[in-house]
């Protein structure tokens, strides 16, 4: 099942976009029979649950955390993680480069940009990634890579507007790179588009999208469901 999921989302991407599989809240079992059908990016969005289901599942798997990170968390993750879609404040940042320092290695990181409706959501609005970029102190922290931008659309069934939010993004996405990382090739991702919107996403530049419940199903919210034995 999860097999096929997988090669029902790759056949619809282009092949230089990557399928981030969003992995959270399933069991290790469920990620094990996603490795065996070749998938090797997995997305948490749980310091804990990604630092167990890393100890415990293949090395070659690269982990993208991709939900709002707490500073007293970079810790445990620093050490292996390839790559953070959340950095939404510039503390965060800073302690990502402290950590990245204790490590010997540089963090790679998306600016999470806040476009979509709900109040709910983390990250920079445009304004005020342009205002951080501007102030300069980011560029101090040089065990963080910024390699782009992340952003989530609205929750909502107008497809209209979830286009048009992506292109917003996409948008600020060639300004920044312009205006602030133009000498930084690595300044090439946009991480865009779920289980709903992936396919809009794509149309508007994603160069990652973080796909879940199409490859794994519903989620089961009992906390500890991704802890035990199926
Ligand atoms: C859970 C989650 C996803 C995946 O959502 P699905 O609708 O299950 O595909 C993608 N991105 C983020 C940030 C998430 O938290």
């Known amino acids: 099942m999860i097999s096929e999921n997988l090669q029902k989302i790759r056949a619809t991407l282009k092949p230089e976009v990557r399928l981030v599989a969003v992995s959270k809240f399933h069991p290790v079992e469920a990620l094990q029979e996603a490795y065996n059908a070749g998938q090797r990016i997995f997305g948490e969005n749980h310091v804990q649950e990604l630092v167990a289901k890393e100890a415990v599942l293949p090395k070659d798997i690269e982990w993208h955390f991709i939900g709002h990170l707490q500073t007293n968390k970079v810790k445990y993750i620093a050490p292996f993680v390839s790559l953070i879609h959340s950095m939404d404040s510039l503390k965060l940042m800073k302690e990502i480069d402290k950590q990245g320092q204790k490590c ?69 996405f060639y300004t920044l790179k312009a205006d602030y990382f133009a000498d930084k090739p690595e300044f090439k991702e946009l991480s865009m588009g779920m289980s709903g919107d992936y396919l809009i996403a794509q149309a508007h530049g994603s160069t990652m999208v973080r796909v879940g419940s199409m490859i794994f199903g519903a989620r089961n919210y009992n906390t500890t469901q991704w802890q035990q034995s199926t």
């Open 104 to 172: 010997g290695r540089a963090i790679d990181v998306l600016l999470q940009i806040h476009v979509a409706a709900e109040e709910t959501k983390f990250g920079f609005t445009p304004e005020e990634v342009v205002q951080m970029l501007d102030e300069g102190g980011w560029r101090n922290y040089t065990h963080v890579r910024v390699v782009g931008l992340m952003a989530m659309a609205t929750n909502t069934d107008n497809e209209a507007q979830i286009a048009q939010e992506f292109d917003i993004v996409q948008r600020l």
